[in-house]
């Protein structure tokens, strides 16, 4: 070969080598703080008025993530050619023509006594009134065909998590339903004690707002006894085995609701047909009751973040594809019970085999900046060796997170790896892992704002996030479901 041209060759060589390596990297440069601080402060701002699934400002949310969505480089996913996937969620509700009386009392829903369930009930029995029993021994009392009351208590009931006040009541009835049920009971009252009595005006939203559902989950209304609370300073009225007339009526409403669903497309020929699939929610709670004079729920940490970081991930998609496609979905009714994720597992828009893992983030943008918790990274969550692996091999590139791993322990009080939008994607079978730098106490306050998020946190998760996708979206193996996996809460 002639020598004048053996240099430029190499140069060529060279320089289509170094393009390769680099390549390969992640293009950690394209997410940039200024853009997590001004979607947050746009997506979690009280315009949305705290972005309640079921609502028109949900919808109006949908429709800023879909152009934000659009504008950062993503293809419509969802459906007939839109980035909307819609569904039907079902809402069941008490009605206001329910009635209670209490031997000679009349009493009126929601201000004299409050129904933890929707549930249709016709009950005209006599009340026990147990005291301070505990479920263990309610076996020894003549409550068959009766009506059961009994004085609220926190025996036995953990107190170390977050919302315990909030949560308490929904403990109260878990610790007496299945033995009041197995006896044979009509209904349970519950009279509050002193944690109840100030959770009464944190549940009373809940409560009248009623119960959700979507296809296959909660559809319908249960057939379970009909579980009522009453104020303590109204105990009287149970004594003495009066007898209780409950009517309870529940009527069900349709809602439309939201999936939005992008995509950016692989380099790969081959490879391109397979999905990475990045997952977050859009809702959160609304207008609710006041806390420091504020009543608008804004959501910014949850789940504001992760929208914001799939934002972010999606632009650096954009300018630098991965072999593999990268589908995002920005789930809607997450907090009415993961109903956007267990639509979409069940109606995914891409074929299922073809997702083959699932990167979940929920809360990314608080506590702690050198902490943070990869859930499903140990067992009995983790569902894949491969998916951790490469989710711990991108923590140790850069961000050097110190994991909390007892937050992903099957004793922890949280039980938080069931409480996020991986999980109807892990039970069919796909890997999945959930990225979260765990709760705090703003946490489903209105004080979960724009302004309290940790931004420096958020970037580093965002890019721990981005960095464990794209190694999932060019490694030649997909990550493997372990054989035999089951989730058991």
Not at 79 to 106: A, C, E, W
Not at 145 to 167: E, H, P, Q, W, Y
Not at 403 to 432: M, Q, T, V
Request: hydrophobic share 35%; charged share 25%.
């Amino acid at each position: 070969m002639n020598k004048k041209y053996i240099f430029p060759l190499l140069a060529l060589l060279l320089f289509g080598t170094g393009n390769a390596q680099q390549y390969k990297k992640p293009l950690i440069s394209a997410i940039r703080e200024s853009d997590l601080r001004k979607d947050m402060y746009e997506l979690a701002a009280d315009q949305f008025w705290g972005r309640e699934a079921g609502t028109l400002d949900e919808l109006k949310v949908s429709m800023w993530l879909a152009d934000k969505a659009k504008e950062a480089g993503m293809k419509p996913a969802g459906d007939n050619g839109t980035f909307f996937q819609f569904f039907d969620m079902y809402r069941h509700q008490v009605i206001p023509q329910s009635t209670l009386k209490i031997g000679d009392n009349s009493l009126k829903l929601w201000k004299d006594f409050l129904v933890a369930e929707p549930v249709n009930a016709s009950v005209d029995a006599e009340i026990v009134y147990a005291g301070n029993t505990e479920p263990e021994d309610l076996s020894k009392l003549d409550i068959k065909g009766k009506v059961l009351a009994v004085n609220a208590s926190d025996k036995n009931i953990s107190k170390d998590m977050t919302l315990f006040v909030r949560r308490y009541p929904g403990f109260v009835r878990n610790k007496y339903y299945n033995k009041a049920a197995e006896l044979g009971v009509k209904a349970i009252i519950f009279i509050t004690d002193n944690i109840s009595e100030q959770s009464w005006v944190e549940v009373l939203p809940q409560m009248t707002r009623g119960s959700y559902g979507v296809e296959g989950l909660r559809e319908k209304i249960t057939n379970n006894i009909p579980v009522l609370w009453l104020k303590r300073e109204n105990a009287d009225w149970v004594k003495n085995s009066p007898k209780a007339s409950l009517n309870l009526i529940t009527e069900t409403y349709k809602y439309p609701s939201v999936n939005i669903i992008g995509k950016i497309e692989g380099t790969d020929p081959v490879l391109k047909n397979e999905y990475v699939l990045l997952s977050g929610h859009q809702d959160h709670d609304g207008i609710r009751h006041p806390v420091k004079n504020d009543t608008i729920y804004n959501g910014a940490d949850d789940n504001a973040s992760t929208c914001v970081a799939m934002l972010a991930m999606a632009r650096a998609y954009k300018k630098q594809p991965g072999k593999r496609s990268i589908l995002f979905v920005f789930h809607g009714a997450e907090e009415r019970g993961l109903l956007g994720s267990r639509w979409h597992a069940s109606h995914p828009v891409v074929p299922k085999e073809k997702i083959v893992a699932v990167l979940n983030g929920d809360m990314i943008g608080r506590n702690d900046n050198n902490e943070a918790a990869l859930l499903g990274g140990n067992a009995p969550h983790k569902n894949s060796e491969e998916l951790v692996k490469m989710a711990e091999e991108a923590n140790n590139e850069s961000t050097k997170f110190k994991y909390l791993k007892d937050w992903d322990s099957p004793s922890h009080a949280e039980y938080f790896y069931f409480r996020s939008d991986h999980l109807p994607y892990a039970k069919i079978g796909i890997p999945a892992v959930f990225f979260t730098s765990v709760l705090h106490d703003q946490y489903h306050t209105p004080q979960d704002e724009s302004e309290n998020i940790n931004y420096k946190k958020l970037y580093k998760m965002t890019e721990w996030m981005y960095r464990t996708s794209w190694k999932v979206a060019n490694e030649t193996e997909r990550p493997k479901v372990i054989a035999n996996f089951s989730l058991e809460r």
